[in-house]
Structures are given as C-alpha cells and as structure tokens.
C-alpha cells in the first residue's frame, strides 16, 4: 500500500548533499494577486530554479463580476455604464465600441457628427491609456520620475474628459444611437491646444526611456514574442504589432470613418518588450495626428441619429412638452432600444487591442447573450510562453510591456 | 505604406556611459522644478467643477417651492445598480400643488451603490433628479450613506424651470382646454 504522506527522509537527503556540490531544489513562488507589478489582480503561479522560470502560470479570475451574465439582464443603454468597468483606463474607447456593436445589430447608421465624436474620443482614450501603461513600465523597471510627467499630462486629458462627459473616470458617454450630450462650445479648441503642448513633453518623457541604458537593459531581448506566435496566441493591439504584424483594425476594417484620417500605424520588429515600448510611444503621437484631423474637418449636426426611433430617448424639452414623446421616453427607457432578432459581432482596435463583443438578440430591448472579448485577456495567454525560462525580475518588466488591464480580462 | 516600423539604434559609446541620458534626466528634473505646481492642495484648494458634472443625485424643487418629483419610479426602473428606492404618495386635496396629484412618500438613494452614471437625471421626464457638483461624502456607518428625501432636496436646492409644464397644464384646465 501506498504511503499517504511523504515524510522526507533526511537521512538520505543528508547523505545525497554531501555527494553532490549543491542540493537544489524548484521553488514555488506565488507573484501576486496583490503584487504591484501585476496591474491589477493577476496571480502568478511560478516555478523558479535558482532564478529562472521553469513553468508559470496564471490564474485568473480575481476580479469576475459575471459582466456578460449582468448584459442579459438589463437594458442595451443600462449596460453602457458596464462598459466602463471593462478596460477602465479607456472607458470612452469601450463605450463607444459596445454602442456601434449595437449599432450594428440594428443596422443604425449614426451621423458623421457621432462617428467624428467617437473617433476623438477614442484615440483621446487611447493616448490617455498609454500614458498610464508608460507611466506604470517606468515604474516596473525602475524609472520614477515617467510615472509623475505622464500622468500630469494623463490628468490634462481628464480635464477635458470630465467636461464632456461629467465624469472623469467612469465616462459612459455612448448611447445606442449617439452620444450621451453634445460637445460642449469650445471643447474641440481646449483639445486641440492640448494637441498642441502634448508632443513636446511627450518627446521630453520619452526621451528618459528611449536611449536609457538601463531600460534599455531590462527591455531589449526580453520577452521577445515572435509574430507567429503573437498570431497563434491571438494577440492583438500594440503587443502584435509589437512583432512585427501588419495589423490594426482601423487600416484593415475602417469603422467610424478612419479611412479618411491619415495616420501610420508603428509595428515593431524584434517583439521584445523594447519593441512594444517603442509602438505605444509612436502611436500616441500618431492619435494625437488623428484627433488633430478630426477636429479639423468636425462635422456639424446632430449628436444622436435621427431615424433611431423607439432607440435614442426623445430629447428633454420634448419630454417635457409633448405627451407623445413622454409615452415615447417611457418605452424607450422601460423596454429597452428595440432591436431586431439575430447576432452581430464587432470589433474595435481599443488601445490594449481588439474589443470584439458578439450579441445575440432575439428581439427586444434585452441581449439575449452578450459575449466580451476583452483583448487583455487574449494577450495574457502568451505568458507561459514568453516567461519560460525568463529571470523573476524579467517577468516584470514582460508583464508591464504587455500593457494589460484586469478589469478587461476578468470582465 | 500606412504601417511603419519602429526605428531601433544601437546605443553609441557615450550613451553607454549612462552619462548624456543622466544629465538628461537632471536638466528635465531642473526645468520641472522652476515651473509651477500642477498639483492641488485639497481639500484647502478644490478643483473647478466644469458645468453638467455628475456628482451626487438630488432633488429639486422649482421656483416656486414646488416639488419636481411626481414619483413615476422611472429612474428607480433605471438605476443599473438598483441604488434608488421610492414609495408614490399622493399630494392632499388642500395643497395649492394638488393637481400634480403625485409626489414621492419616501425616496431613499444608497450612495453605497450609487456608480453617478447619470442615467436618472436623463430618464426623468420632470427634470427633477439632478446629479450636481458635490463629489465627496463620507460617513460613519451603512446607514448614514442613504441619502432620503430631506438630504436629498437639502442637496438639490431650488433650480429654474424653463417649462412649468404643472402651471401650464392648471392654466388650461381653468381656461377650459384641459384634458388630454
């Protein structure tokens, strides 16, 4: 029969020691879920030899709210809130990505205005979220003074975020059919003057990490993803372009009208973490051309789609006028924007990457079934591969290039 | 080509120094220094809140001390977090407000699962939910965080009406053009 318990035999082990030179034994170390290089509540399981990774592995799940199961309860608009708490560093970029889903499923076409609107926003969003995911590397692998420079400017943005939308984290600025309020006067100056002093702090931040020996050391050749396994893994967003893969939504499936901005998308070509630096750095330089672009040719007329009837509430002064558009407001808000049966799937290049949500409606103003694909949780998937036999203190400086948000991944 | 690759140079010597990127840093540091603060002393300094922030939701009556609310629960239906609880009470005969004929009993909004998403103040079809420039709150105990009707209209105060859509309608009733 076999023993239940393995009581080690120190005898032995005793006796084995003194064969050999070293006893070495794996370890077990758990890195996370509290660890602040994680970015959130992301445990890894590693086996270490010595200080190399000889298996990781993550688990996930701290922080599952059982969005999706939530979607089927509530109405299309009451989920937009939801949607922020998804990738909660670009909460415009995701609203505006579950609204055009929606969108879609209803075969709505929004104005020039919103799509203009949801394109500054998002690359806002997306310039915003780098600034964070540079701020929070620099930290990672031991540059301070990043984190304070970007998030001054990461606040500026803020700013103006909360001038749009009231609120400057938790925007839910999107509606099925629109946006939540026009664009307040004056708004797009106050942006562009921000375009205006953001490339050179952006360069001046840079420039303390871009030919910086020391980052460079941590960065460059660690954690290098070829591009057909950041094909293979799903990866998508700056850490695939990051090895040298010629994607990006906006090019490949133009939405919202990015067929007509001008803007280069950076790809790497190594795809080590110097790499992934490197393409966010870039890119945010080229949003702030995109927003530049949009501002420049902002279309006048109408926040939210005309024909979205029994979809966008009526406006307030009609409530308040007119009994027909008060029975109107009490159906919209009560059963929901009424959408035809059948199953969409969109996909926005988000800044971590592709946000995809897939709804099936069976009619009505409730998903039946509405599915996230949150693009941190696919770019996480590599890390078995990328951390094996990595250094401990590499497996952070990999985890802040992959730029990932738990609030996304967990959903 | 839209798509480009990012430039990768081999460091030079000097750079491998660490002495330019040192200096660097330390003239970035300097200039930082000399510019004025971009932080804000809070609480003693508060920031400015831009018009249509959503803080937290109150109540509001009209010019006239009138009540908004008329209790049709819609943003109660609407609340994604379920953070709003109202009990429909009638207005008695004798008030000068009678013909509203509704006003909320009770209205209790849980600032604990409030998320200030706003879609109350959208939904109402009075205007009489507001989400107003107060941002902070605190308190000692699960209880004290549920603000009820008194807190609630203490924190909305009065804001002007562009309709008065409840004298109007009074007025053609007495004219003889009511009903509906």
Redesign the interface.
């Known amino acids: 029969m076999a023993t239940e318990f393995n009581v080690p035999d120190t005898a032995a082990k005793t006796a084995k020691a003194a064969s050999q030179e070293f006893e070495t034994e794996k370890m077990s170390l758990a890195m996370g879920p509290s660890h602040p290089s994680t970015h959130g509540v992301l445990r890894l399981q590693l086996e270490l030899d010595g200080e190399t990774v000889t298996h990781c592995d993550p688990v996930l799940g701290y922080l599952h709210r059982g969005d999706e199961k939530i979607a089927e309860n509530m109405t299309y608009n009451q989920f937009v809130p939801y949607t922020d708490r998804l990738d909660y560093l670009a909460p415009l970029a995701n609203n505006a990505a579950y609204a055009a889903a929606v969108e879609k499923l209803a075969n709505l076409e929004v104005p020039a205005r919103v799509q203009a609107i949801r394109v500054i926003t998002s690359e806002m969003a997306r310039v915003s979220s780098h600034l964070m995911g540079l701020g929070a590397y620099g930290i990672d692998v031991g540059a301070w003074s990043v984190f304070l420079y970007s998030f001054t400017e990461r606040e500026k943005l803020y700013t103006l975020f909360e001038e749009l939308t009231g609120a400057r984290f938790t925007t839910s600025y999107s509606r099925i059919g629109g946006v939540a309020r026009d664009v307040p006067e004056g708004w797009t100056d106050r942006v562009l003057a921000f375009c205006d002093q953001f490339p050179p702090i952006l360069d001046e931040i840079l420039k303390l990490l871009t030919r910086n020996k020391i980052f460079m050391d941590r960065t460059v050749d660690v954690g290098v993803i070829t591009a057909k396994d950041a094909v293979a893994y799903g990866l998508s967003g700056p850490n695939l372009r990051g090895s040298g893969v010629k994607s990006d939504l906006r090019k490949d499936r133009p939405y919202w009208g990015y067929d007509q901005y001008e803007f280069e998308v950076p790809v790497g070509s190594k795809g080590d973490c110097y790499d992934r630096y490197l393409c966010r750095g870039e890119e945010m330089k080229q949003s702030i051309r995109i927003i530049r672009q949009a501002i420049a040719k902002f279309p006048a007329g109408d926040y939210y789609a005309k024909d979205a009837v029994r979809i966008f509430a009526p406006k307030k002064d009609k409530v308040l006028t007119s009994m027909e558009e008060l029975i109107n407001n009490f159906m919209i808000v009560t059963e929901g924007p009424q959408m035809p049966a059948g199953e969409v799937y969109f996909e926005a290049e988000n800044p971590k990457g592709t946000l995809g949500f897939f709804i099936v409606s069976k009619g009505g103003g409730v998903p039946w079934r509405l599915k996230i694909r949150g693009p941190s949780f696919c770019n996480l998937s590599i890390l078995p591969k990328v951390c094996q036999d990595e250094l401990v203190s590499d497996v952070v400086s990999i985890l802040g290039s992959l730029d990932f948000v738990m609030g996304e991944c967990d959903r | 080509m ?7 140079k081999p ?1 030079s010597f000097a ?2 120094t ?1 002495v ?2 040192i200096l ?2 330390l003239k ?2 300097f200039k ?1 220094m000399v510019k004025p603060n ?1 932080t804000l002393e809070y609480p003693e300094a508060r920031p400015t809140i ?5 803080g937290v939701p109150t109540l509001v009556k009209d010019p006239n001390g009138r009540e908004k609310c008329v209790s ?1 629960q ?1 943003c109660e ?2 609340c ?1 977090p379920k953070a709003i609880r109202i009990k429909p009470g009638e207005i008695p005969a004798d008030d000068p407000t009678a013909h509203v004929e509704k006003a909320p009993q009770e209205f209790d909004i849980d600032m604990l699962r409030c ?5 109350c103040q ?2 109402c ?3 009489a939910i507001w ?1 107003q420039n107060v941002f902070s709150l605190s308190g000692y105990t699960r209880e004290e965080m549920v603000n009820n009707k008194a807190k609630l209209y203490e924190l909305g105060g009065t804001l002007p009406d ?2 008065y ?1 409840w004298d109007k309608k009074k007025a053609a009733e007495e004219a003889g053009n009511g009903g ?1």
């Open positions: 839209s798509f480009k690759t990012v430039e990768r460091l750079e491998r660490y330019p990127q660097g840093g970035t540091t930082k971009e831009p018009p249509g922030y959503r049709c819609l239906f609407v994604p998320i200030y998403c706003g879609l959208e939904v079809p009075e205007e989400l562009d309709h859509k509906h």
